[in-house]
């Protein structure tokens, strides 16, 4: 499982509220390329994003599922991008002062990608995660 983990200088509420904003998905989910819709009851538990990622002409039609969602506390999300496979993502944040803590943890749960050994997997998804949790940072503080 990759974990990553950055401090932000907001309250936990406006990390949410980014989170909250479907829309906003592919300006700081590293590899998501463009938006399809988002169903209307997002965040709610079951709804879905519907998103494509890689780079044209390699794209892939994909959906993120919401699994849990516990605002301003966590949010657990369900990408599913075949033939690759199916991802995990929980994100937790903790007040911390004025600011927050943030945690991103990954792992592949379906297909193809639970093939890889997790500590190979893991560096790939580490240096991805940093930079989405940078993006979510950035956005989240305004």
Known sequence: MSTNVNVFSCPPE????????????????????????VEEAWPAEGS?????????????????????????????MQPAGW????????ITVKPRGSGCVVRLEEHASRGPGTLVPAPVLDIPLHIRNTETLRRLRYISEG
């Open 83 to 90: 033939p690759i496979g199916e991802a995990r993502v929980t």
């Open 48 to 76: 879905k994003l519907h998103h494509s990622f890689g780079v044209w002409p390699a794209v892939i039609d994909d959906e993120t599922t919401v699994l849990e969602w516990n605002p301003p506390h966590r949010m657990v």
């Open 14 to 37: 406006r990390v949410f509220e980014v989170l909250a904003d479907g829309w906003l998905f592919p300006v700081w989910v590293v590899g998501a390329s463009r938006m399809r819709d």
